[in-house]
């Protein structure tokens, strides 16, 4: 079973940028698609920006020209780096993976804390 575990996350002013890192517990390149989610209190869970395994990016149009999603196949991580963060992005940011033939396993890891001070 793939373990995920992020780190990075943090507290931040306004306009001020943020790396967060998930590794993987195996090769990403069995990983068909992996993401970063974020959960902010009362609010339901979304995407902020995924990558596929041939390395086409979606991102949440809220974050489009801020953030960036990377895949590193050598060190079996993805990264999101965060510019120009906004008091909106503060949320409990989440790394995702899905992988199988049929993209039926769905992995999470335990989620990283981001605060964005105005």
């Known amino acids: 079973q793939v373990q995920l575990v992020e780190s990075g996350g943090g507290l931040v002013q306004a306009g001020g940028s943020l790396r967060l890192s998930c590794a993987a517990s195996?090769?990403?390149?069995?990983?068909?698609?992996m993401g970063w989610y974020r959960q902010a209190p009362g609010k339901e869970r979304e995407l902020v920006a995924s990558?596929?395994?041939?390395?086409?990016?979606n991102y949440a149009d809220s974050v489009k020209g801020r953030f960036t999603i990377a895949r590193d196949n050598a060190n079996n991580s993805v990264y999101l780096q965060m510019n120009t963060l906004d008091p909106d992005d503060t949320a409990v940011y989440y790394c995702?993976?899905?992988?199988?033939?049929?993209?039926?396993?769905?992995?999470w890891g335990r989620g990283t804390q981001v605060t964005v001070s105005s």
């Open positions: 995702n993976a899905q992988y199988g033939r049929f993209r039926q396993y769905n992995r």
């Open positions: 195996t090769t990403i390149l069995v990983l068909d698609e």
């Open positions: 990558i596929t395994i041939s390395g086409i990016t």
